[in-house]
């Protein structure tokens, strides 16, 4: 009797949370990103938090920490993720079709919220666009030119700002030079070094005619050309391969 007097106590003092989590994911900076977690307003008052967060069944928590607050019907509560922070086995537990999750609320009431969502449920801000921080066209040099053909390598930076490697199966892109189509390459099996920026070389078949059609003279004469690299990479995760865009503005300089 005893027990289960105590367990409704505390269904009355922790309702059970009445519909799923939802997420807002808003770009800060390139060390982290904000993650704005809601609900109905009857789950959680309004005033100061402290929890962890797990995903996909992990061990690994991490803390969630921030101040409640209500909007109309619906709770709020904006964190501050590192991406330092994440753990690896996040990483290698990804699933390309969504997640699961589970909070707890380890302050005040013993509260506990669970659930899965798909990656379309998760609303991304984009009103402040950090991606260009993330990767950099930091140069295109032709390496072999003669009357018939001509042979490129792209610089590109890639910064990875988590604490584990992560892995590039493959990458494909074109390049453009003045508005047009002139070459393109792809790469197999390369690799992100944790917390740094990442020098890769992209080689580039280059179609000689249309290079000269589109910049011939600053070509020959050894001179710049404005140039974009378009394409994709796609990371190697044990859960799934993620495709990331790539679109990168940059110069080529002529060979020497």
């Known amino acids: 009797m005893t027990t289960l007097l105590l367990s409704f106590a505390l269904r009355i003092a922790a309702p059970a949370p009445s519909a799923p989590l939802d997420f807002t994911i808003t770009p800060q900076d390139t060390k982290s990103l904000r993650v704005t977690l809601s609900g109905p307003a009857a789950d959680l008052p309004a005033g100061p938090f402290k929890g962890t967060m797990s995903v996909n069944g992990s061990a690994s928590e991490m803390p969630v920490v921030g101040t409640v607050v209500h909007a109309g019907d619906h709770w709020q509560l904006p ?29 005040g009431a ?86 740094q920026k990442n020098v890769l070389t992209l080689p580039i078949d280059v179609d ?8 011939g003279g600053a070509v020959l004469s050894g001179g710049d050309v404005a140039v974009k690299l378009d394409g994709r990479l796609v990371l190697r995760l044990k859960g799934g391969d993620v495709t990331v865009p790539i679109a990168l503005s940059g110069h080529l300089a002529g060979g020497s």
């Open 208 to 215: 000689h005619g249309s290079l000269l059609s589109a910049a």
């Open 79 to 107: 964190v501050t993720v590192r991406f330092a922070d994440v753990p690896a086995d996040w990483a290698d537990r990804f699933r390309p079709d969504g997640f699961s999750y589970r909070l707890r609320e380890t302050g």
């Open 110 to 195: 013993a509260r506990e919220w669970t659930g899965t969502r798909t990656w379309k449920d998760v609303a991304l801000d984009n009103s402040r666009d950090v991606s260009s921080q993330f990767g950099a066209l930091d140069g295109v040099k032709l390496t072999d030119v003669s009357l018939l053909s001509s042979e490129a390598q792209a610089q590109v930076s890639v910064l990875n700002p988590f604490s584990f490697p992560l892995k590039i199966a493959s990458t494909e892109y074109v390049l453009y030079a003045e508005g047009h189509e002139v070459g393109n390459g792809q790469t197999q099996g390369m690799l992100l070094h944790p917390g």
